[in-house]
């Protein structure tokens, strides 16, 4: 399954700009919510084991969920992680991040992509899952990265063609991100015109359709999953639906979360 290698390339790029970092480093606090590299290499790792146990055993994951998701709740996601990996930081954390989503990346790799799994959020085909975590891991990455800087390593974050994994769940979410608002979806769907990293034109939807949302994938990719506002990117959006798509898009379960304030994410 072509996402699972997907997801072991993310993961392995930010691991390469994680393992150049100190302990020190690895504590700094990023952009997002105050989150220390830490708390979201920990955050990674902790969906990453449950998105493993969902696919390996069911009633193992609808276990883990019960005991998790008062805690996550009572406590946020940053504190309820490091209860969880009882004190575990560092460059520990990330040896074992890296370990675990290494072996992780093989079973799904020869698991069935059309196979149902349970989630904390509705039900997924495998490939959905694992497409998921890619998400989450570049998304997440971002953080890191914007904390580093524009360069770091000799580069700046590196993006290739298998950001299309994210553009796709970005468009096909398009219905969750008015339905958990309580919205009335677009009819017909916004059209979404994209040049890839390697410079393919990457079409969905209806390209008759008036409203549009056109540019830089990556950029895309910036604003389904909230790590940029759309007004700072590239992206030429037209229309009234697809403005409103635009200021309320997400790719990823949970309650409704707006984007961040124009200006407030970017690169050190």
Same mark, same amino acid.
């Given at each position: ?22 302990? +020190? ?94 989630? +904390? ?139 961040? +304030? +124009? ?6």
């Amino acid at each position: 399954m072509q996402q699972a290698h997907d997801f072991k390339e993310e993961s392995d790029v930010l691991h390469e700009l994680l393992a150049a970092m100190d302990n +020190a480093a690895l504590a700094r606090t990023t952009l997002y919510k105050d989150w220390t590299i830490n708390d979201v290499v920990g955050h990674l790792h902790f969906w990453n084991h449950a998105a493993d146990l969902a696919l390996a055993d069911e009633d193992a994951f609808a276990g883990l969920m019960k005991e998790s998701l008062p805690g996550i709740v009572e406590l946020g996601h940053p504190e309820f992680t490091r209860r969880w990996l009882k004190g575990c930081e560092g460059t520990e954390l990330v040896a074992r991040w890296r370990g675990f989503y290494l072996e992780m990346a093989e079973r799904f790799a020869t698991a069935d992509p059309k196979q149902r799994v349970k989630w +904390a959020g509705p039900d997924m085909s495998v490939r959905s899952s694992i497409t998921a975590r890619q998400m989450e891991t570049w998304a997440h990455g971002q953080e890191v990265w914007d904390l580093a800087g524009l360069e770091f390593l000799g580069k700046a974050c590196p993006n290739s063609d298998r950001a299309r994994n994210i553009v796709v769940l970005g468009v096909k979410t398009l219905g969750w991100a008015f339905v958990n608002r309580g919205l009335e979806l677009p009819d017909p769907a916004p059209f979404v015109s994209l040049r890839s990293p390697s410079g393919e034109r990457w079409d969905f939807n209806d390209p008759a359709t008036p409203d549009r949302v056109e540019g830089d994938a990556v950029d895309f990719c910036h604003v389904v999953t909230q790590t940029r506002n759309v007004a700072d990117t590239s992206l030429v959006v037209t229309g009234e639906a697809a403005t409103h798509w635009m200021q309320i898009v997400q790719c990823f379960a949970g309650p409704p979360e707006d984007p961040p +304030a +124009a200006g407030t994410r970017h690169a050190a």
